[in-house]
């Protein structure tokens, strides 16, 4: 009787590890077919990874005394930069390739910390930026709401009250939504100021949120600043509001 034993055979070769790892740590990306562009990675960063970006940016100050915005300009910092490659080497259909083959994919970065129940301004973002935006969530989940861009979408003065065609998005800790195409031009997203979300019949409490919005200047536009400037983002107040 032979005695060989093919461990490759039992336990898998390291590359066939290396293709499991690869497969576990790339997610399934949510498309919406009534908004081309809108793509949605549940859980795309893992524990670890949302752990380190939070603690960076808390340790950075970016949110102290009342600020609750930061911008980054120009070459993004190490405990960002990461993103770049993991997102073309993970997801390579995120983006068109026109986007994806750029060098480099993002050279601006939008911080913001929103305290339990507050929102963003429904909004386009400003046409100054490239096509291709990518937001990352961290800490609490909220709803985040596309409604059919008004024209002067770009002005973050009037909240959009139109609800017809919205689309509620729920964003949990670790997601990753990208924004491309009539996604990015056609329609706007905001953040309801709400104390608690609804999605499904659920109801889901909100708390303190961290969010880092990755975007690339339109080339010959002027790079306000190569450091971070910090600022307070006008916010509603779920409470005030009710
Ligand atoms: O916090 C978010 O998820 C979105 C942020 C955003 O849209 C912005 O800063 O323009």
Known sequence: MSHNIDWEDLFGSDDEDEAVEQDENTKQIITFDA???????KQALSHQEQMSLTHALIDRNYFTGNANQAM???????????????????????????????QPLFDQAILNMYKKGEGITSHVDLLRFEDGILI???MSSCIMTMRPARKDATSYHAENTDDNNKYDILL????????????????????PSQLVDEMDGQKIERGTRISVTLRRLKHGEEIQSTTATTSKRSVHDAQADS
Not at 35 to 41: N, R, Y
């Open 172 to 191: 949990c800790p670790g997601d990753v939504l990208a924004l491309s195409q009539e996604a990015r031009y056609d329609w706007e997203h905001g953040i």
């Open 35 to 41: 908004i081309p562009g809108l793509k949605l990675i």
């Open 72 to 102: 980054l300009f120009g070459e993004l910092p190490n405990f960002i930069k990461w993103i770049e490659p993991w997102i073309v080497e993970n997801y390579p259909d995120l983006f068109g390739q026109d986007i994806l083959n750029r």
């Open 136 to 138: 990352i969530s961290l």
